[in-house]
């Protein structure tokens, strides 16, 4: 059947299984827009407040689900409005499809109106991108977008469509939904030597990260641990991998991590790094950093083995299909004495843990542990908050902690979790704080707009608190730009949106809060009212190690 080109491409993300897709209009994209309309009853489309709002979304959306993420946009500011989003999926691995519009292929270099070189834009920060100059390459340009960012290590693909192209007709034969490229395990020599390696440890530690979400390995994971008696830390995209209060589980680890992990990874004598980076906010201090310590890293990606440190054997390949192949290479063994240290470790860490009463936050994100249940996505901004979640609240199921990571954007979160709860069909609660919140809080609109059932906890301390934090730390408290002063009533902005909202200044009050706001069947916002000095601890000072780590207020004079 003929079809045009606009048509192709929805028929096109129906076919590869796409049910969702999130967007703003424009001239350049009209006519992919008038398809969405004509075909709504087989595929849904969320308009967001902001482009840059939608890409969130579809991030959101992908990583609650492993699915991949789709967003439109037209041409110039529309398509340069998705570029944050784009590189924050870009640096967390997270698979996704942006669809631009552009103007018609015979305007293409004449400083058309909103004309942009969207493919030159992204080209660092996409797996991929492609600019469509026939309609008859269309729809397979779709299907390898799909293929493209599902294969290996996931990530964001673009594809560029000029308006001529859209409209032009072409005929159209659907095809089957596209698979990832084909996954292999690491080759037996090099799995057998990262097996003698690890028998001969005596101190192994598993340190993983969102590879071992994306490529469904926790129980292959779990399986090793076991029976090598290793303990467990994560990055922060690792979070939700394994339950929170697994045994053997530590916690994040890294600049802001849990003590004991990160005492137990660097007093390990073999560390096995599982889908994960040895990024500067897990290393410190690079001269310090297992300085005798074997490291056995595998991942999908080759690009990261040993870039960042030496690593004793470096095995790219798919992850759960090398761990089921480790794990009868591996001695079935325990370590009572290596057990013995990380459970002190665990017991000082229990020493240095917040027993203050008020409204902390510890004392605020256990309360919200009362509410979460295992299937509930839990999404963030970035900051101070961001941390306190990845320490503090406990997860049951994997994809349930969803936040930015490698580009560390603030105003990820309300986009997110739109695209979270949309995806899941679960009430969501988004955990930010009012610097975060601030960025983009437009799409409050959208999560009205389409009833979406989400909690709203603003950590307010009226500061941008990880910076002031740096700055108490690290600038002799000079608070440069860091202190808000502003007056934004986030009660009264949340019902000018149409939702509902209630600020609170103590335990009690919150609780009847969370209560009202996990009734309601819409977003519910909570303006939470902290203190502005307060600290995420540990905390690694930045280049620094381990043994510079501050635990405690004070530590730092």
């Known amino acids: 059947m003929k079809l045009s080109g606009a048509d192709i491409i929805v028929k096109t993300l129906i076919e590869q299984g796409c049910d969702v897709t999130f967007g703003y209009p424009g001239g350049q994209i009209l006519d992919v827009y008038d398809s969405l309309y004509r075909f709504g009853g087989e595929i849904r489309h969320i308009l967001t407040a902001h482009e840059q709002g939608a890409a969130h979304a579809a991030d959101g959306y992908a990583r609650a689900t492993g699915r991949v993420g789709v967003v439109f946009a037209t041409s110039g500011p529309g398509a340069t409005n998705l570029v944050t989003g784009i590189a924050t999926a870009y640096l967390d691995s997270v698979p996704m499809v942006a669809i631009t519009g552009n103007v018609m292929t015979s305007q293409i270099g004449y400083d058309s109106f909103q004309e942009i070189d969207i493919t030159g834009i992204t080209l660092p920060i996409t797996k991929h991108n492609y600019f469509v100059g026939s309609v008859e390459e269309l729809a397979d340009t779709i299907r390898e977008a799909f293929t493209l960012a599902l294969s290996g290590r996931p990530g964001p693909v673009l594809v560029d469509v000029p308006k001529d192209i859209q409209q032009a007709m072409c005929e159209y034969t659907p095809q089957k939904a596209a698979t990832p490229m084909e996954k292999v395990a690491a080759k037996d020599a090099r799995i057998q030597a990262a097996a003698d390696c690890i028998n001969e440890s005596k101190r192994p530690f598993i340190y993983f990260g969102g590879g071992v979400i994306a490529g469904n390995a926790a129980e292959e994971m779990l399986a090793l641990a076991d029976k090598i008696d290793a303990p467990m830390g994560s990055s922060m995209m690792g979070l939700s991998a394994v339950p929170t209060d697994h045994p053997r589980f530590l916690g994040m680890q890294g600049m802001h991590g849990h003590y004991a992990s990160s005492v137990a990874m660097h007093n390990a004598d073999c560390i096995i790094?599982?889908?994960?980076?040895?990024?500067?906010?897990?290393?410190?201090?690079?001269?310090?950093?297992?300085?005798?310590?074997?490291?056995?890293?595998?991942?999908?990606?080759?690009?990261?083995?040993?870039?960042?440190?030496?690593?004793?054997?470096?095995?790219?390949?798919?992850?759960?299909?090398?761990?089921?192949?480790?794990?009868?290479?591996?001695?079935?063994?325990?370590?009572?004495?290596?057990?013995?240290?990380?459970?002190?470790?665990?017991?000082?860490?229990?020493?240095l843990s917040d027993r203050r009463e008020g409204m902390t936050p510890k004392n605020v994100l256990s309360l919200l542990n009362g509410y979460l249940q295992a299937n509930t996505p839990v999404v963030t901004d970035v900051g101070q908050h961001q941390m306190w979640s990845a320490q503090y609240l406990n997860f049951k199921n994997s994809r349930r902690f969803i936040s930015s990571g490698g580009l560390g954007t603030m105003g990820f979160g309300i986009g997110a979790a739109i695209g979270a709860s949309i995806a899941t069909g679960e009430k969501t609660v988004l955990v930010t704080g009012d610097g975060s919140f601030s960025m983009t809080l437009q799409e409050l609109a959208t999560a009205v707009s389409e009833n979406i059932p989400l909690v709203i906890l603003i950590f307010n301390n009226g500061v941008l608190g990880m910076v002031r934090q740096w700055q108490t730390l690290f600038f002799d408290k000079h608070y440069a730009s860091s202190v808000l002063e502003r007056q934004t009533d986030y009660v009264a902005l949340a019902r000018a949106f149409g939702a509902e909202g209630e600020r609170v200044l103590d335990l009690s009050g919150l609780k009847a809060a969370l209560d009202k706001a996990f009734d309601s069947a819409g977003p519910y916002l909570i303006d939470c009212v902290i203190d502005k000095d307060e600290f995420v601890l540990p905390m690694l000072p930045p280049g620094g190690s381990v043994d510079e780590m501050i635990v405690k207020a004070g530590d730092e004079a």
């Open 273 to 351: 790094a599982l889908g994960v980076r040895f990024s500067d906010r897990v290393i410190g201090d690079k001269d310090k950093f297992a300085q005798e310590t074997k490291i056995i890293h595998i991942d999908i990606d080759g690009s990261e083995l040993s870039k960042t440190v030496a690593e004793d054997h470096s095995l790219r390949a798919d992850l759960k299909m090398t761990l089921a192949k480790l794990l009868p290479r591996v001695n079935q063994t325990s370590h009572p004495d290596w057990q013995a240290d990380v459970t002190a470790y665990r017991q000082k860490e229990a020493e």
